[in-house]
């Protein structure tokens, strides 16, 4: 089996070699624990969950170790853990949001079937490690002290810059941020700063008499370094992080260590929009994965975990993924499809063909493809339905332990009845009213939906009557 992967720092797609075939190490970095985890925030989650099941099924499921932060020392953890708890002394009121905003994330990315990582571990349980970064920088010459900071010295790096693909003098240029008066060069980044009182702080390194924390960049490269060793196989993220936490972490990493890299391959995954349009607060298009999982505002229906993750999986990781209702619709008729597959045996591998496009830099689109392609024949080939079962529980779109997940009824349930019987009224004034743009709009939106009319004329009466159903 030839794993080629795409690498962001060699812009190629490569045979992966692990430098150490009976422990291959990825890092990926985790959420920063101050709110709920949006629909962008689950692309990686889910997309290096399928790098992770793969390397398993290659190298052994004990041959992998995956490690995946949790950020909880951090500006808007403060911010919101203050406005949040008020009453709370500051060290309780954060401590209570980090934990309550954990457990959301695990609680969410468990129903989109992502197995744990080996190692998940928290910003504030290395902070030691930091500070011992920061002395080994400041000691080699790459770091310096300024007004109770430490600063990376950019300059001191030849090739900084190297993942983004970004010239130190290009990006000066660019730096149109005020840059703080303490910098050498406006482009040194923070390793470490002082507490204003009622943040959390430890002992600075340096001796640096101010009590501090850590900067970001500095909480991954510490991290990383004490679960997988200063050199690793590979490193994954939101392409959005590459410049400039990535290319920070590199840096830190590389001084410290003096090692030509941090990890051999890097992987970004492409971005996510919603209908056409880039996901914000201020559009009100931005939608967090508890909403899909838990309430109906995203297109009128709640939508299952395992919906949620087979409509990821449509796109390519690396192209930019456009996360619309149809899309949703359309995995939600994939897993009504499958739902033959209900009381079938599992096989005891998934299906080569799978196997083979997921090797070929995470091909899932191409996987996809083959699973429908599998399906058809499935139902008349019970070696091919186990086959086929095995492969969608290896995919995570299907869980042995949730049987129900792909029971018609079950997905039915998450379509809002009282919602689509309230457009079905709509439509049926604009009908009356002959308003024909507007009872077709409607009846487009409850499509969207997954839901099909059917009107018929009541024989008494002369009237409409429609009724309804959720498309199979
Ligand atoms: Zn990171």
């Not at 993220?237 to 030509?260: K, M, V």
Request: hydrophobic share 40%.
């Amino acid at each position: 089996m030839t794993l080629r992967l795409y690498n962001t720092l060699t812009r190629q797609k490569a045979e992966f070699k692990p430098i150490d075939a009976s422990n291959v190490r990825m890092y990926v970095c985790g959420p920063t624990v101050y709110d709920f985890a949006h629909i962008g925030n689950a692309r990686p989650v889910i997309v290096f969950d399928v790098l992770y099941r793969l390397l398993r099924h290659i190298y052994g499921a004990d041959h992998v170790t995956y490690v995946r932060n949790i950020t909880d020392v951090d500006d808007k953890i403060n911010a919101r853990a203050a406005e949040r708890y008020p009453d709370l002394a500051p060290e309780l009121a954060i401590r209570k949001l980090t934990e309550e905003t954990a457990n959301q994330f695990h609680a969410d990315i468990a129903a989109l079937g992502v197995l744990a990582p080996n190692v998940e571990p928290r910003a504030t349980e290395h902070i030691v490690e930091m500070v011992e970064l920061c002395d080994a920088l400041i000691a080699n010459g790459h770091a310096y002290v300024a007004a109770d900071h430490v600063l990376f010295d950019v300059s001191s790096m030849p090739d900084y810059g190297r993942l983004s693909n970004r010239s130190l003098d290009e990006m000066e240029a660019g730096a149109r941020v005020e840059v703080a008066p303490y910098k050498k060069g406006p482009m040194d980044f923070v390793l470490w700063k002082p507490s204003k009182p009622g943040e959390p702080s430890w002992s600075s390194p340096a001796g640096i008499a101010v009590a501090g924390r850590p900067g970001w960049h500095i909480e991954c490269s510490a991290m990383a370094g004490k679960h997988l060793g200063n050199v690793f196989d590979i490193h994954g993220g939101g392409i959005d992080l590459a410049f400039p936490h990535h290319e920070n972490e590199i840096a830190q990493s590389r001084c410290a260590h003096g090692t030509p890299v941090m990890a051999n391959v890097w992987m970004h995954n492409g971005f996510l929009q919603v209908e056409g349009e880039k996901m914000s607060k201020s559009l009100g298009n931005f939608i967090t994965i508890n909403e899909l999982l838990a309430t109906t505002s995203f297109g009128g229906s709640q939508w299952h975990g395992r919906v949620v993750r087979l409509a990821m999986l449509g796109t390519h990781y690396r192209q930019p993924i456009d996360w619309t209702v149809d899309r949703l619709v359309q995995a939600r008729a994939t897993l009504f499809d499958l739902s033959f597959l209900h009381d079938v045996v599992p096989a005891a591998e998934p299906h080569p063909d799978v196997i083979a496009a997921l090797a070929d830099d995470l091909n899932t689109p191409s996987a996809m493809s083959i699973v429908h392609g599998l399906a058809k024949s499935a139902h008349r080939n019970a070696d091919q339905a186990a086959e086929l079962k095995a492969t969608l529980q290896f995919l995570g779109v299907y869980d042995s332990e949730t049987q129900h997940d792909l029971d018609p009824g079950h997905l039915a349930r998450q379509v809002d009845a009282s919602h689509v019987n309230r457009l079905i009224a709509a439509r049926l004034v604009a009908r009356k009213a002959k308003d024909f743009v507007e009872s077709d709009r409607i009846r487009d939106e409850l499509s969207a939906m997954g839901v099909a009319l059917n009107d018929t004329k009541n024989k008494g009466t002369g009237e409409i009557e429609t009724t309804w159903e959720v498309r199979r």
